[in-house]
């Protein structure tokens, strides 16, 4: 059975959205064609391209990309939280640029470091050691802390 953990190690970002997005599309096609061909009275349906519905197990592995997209995305977004962080941004800011509270923009990136620093301790080699952990907790610093103005 195809899941997350599968996709990941096959897909980048870009080709699990590529992957994704061919299925999708073969999955909203398919759906279109049943709405308008479909029916006792469908005589036109034998003029129809043929339906592109998706296979149980094509509907799985597009379940799973989903899934291997927004956690692949996420990582990308704590990355880029950190960048904004070092060039400046608030926690105010970082949280209306995601759509959310610096609060929550906040304790979304605490749990990303102590992620990273867990993912270490499993592995040996990834994630981040504790020096790393140290800088990008001084980096977080608090929700209600301004800005570094030294910062780029």
Same mark, same amino acid.
């Given at each position: ?6 996709? #990941?190690?096959?897909? $980048?970002? /870009?080709?699990?959205?590529?992957? %994704? &997005? #061919?299925?999708? +599309?073969? &999955?909203?096609?398919g759906s279109a064609? =049943?709405?308008? %061909? ?8 034998? @003029? ?19 899934? +291997? ?10 990355l880029t939280v950190? !960048?904004? /962080? ?13 759509? $959310? $509270?610096?609060?929550?923009a906040w304790e *979304? ?7 990273? *620093?867990? @993912?270490?301790?499993? $592995?040996? !080699?990834?994630?981040? =050691?504790? &020096? ?9 610093? =608090?929700?209600? &802390? ?5 910062? /780029?």
């Amino acid at each position: 059975m195809y899941t997350p953990d599968s996709a #990941e190690r096959d897909h $980048t970002l /870009r080709t699990a959205v590529a992957r %994704f &997005e #061919e299925l999708r +599309v073969r &999955e909203a096609l398919g759906s279109a064609m =049943d709405e308008d %061909f479909d029916g006792p009275d469908a005589m036109s349906s034998r @003029f129809a391209p043929p339906q592109a519905a998706l296979s149980k197990e094509e509907a799985l592995e597009l379940l799973a990309l989903s899934e +291997v997209i927004a956690r692949k995305a996420s990582y990308g977004r704590q990355l880029t939280v950190r !960048t904004a /962080r070092a060039a400046g941004a608030s926690w105010s800011q970082i949280g209306a640029a995601l759509g $959310t $509270t610096k609060q929550s923009a906040w304790e *979304a990136h605490t749990r990303w470091i102590d992620g990273q *620093a867990a @993912f270490r301790g499993r $592995t040996g !080699t990834e994630g981040m =050691d504790d &020096e790393q952990v140290r800088a990008a907790r001084a980096l977080a610093g =608090d929700p209600d &802390e301004p800005a570094d103005p030294g910062a /780029r």
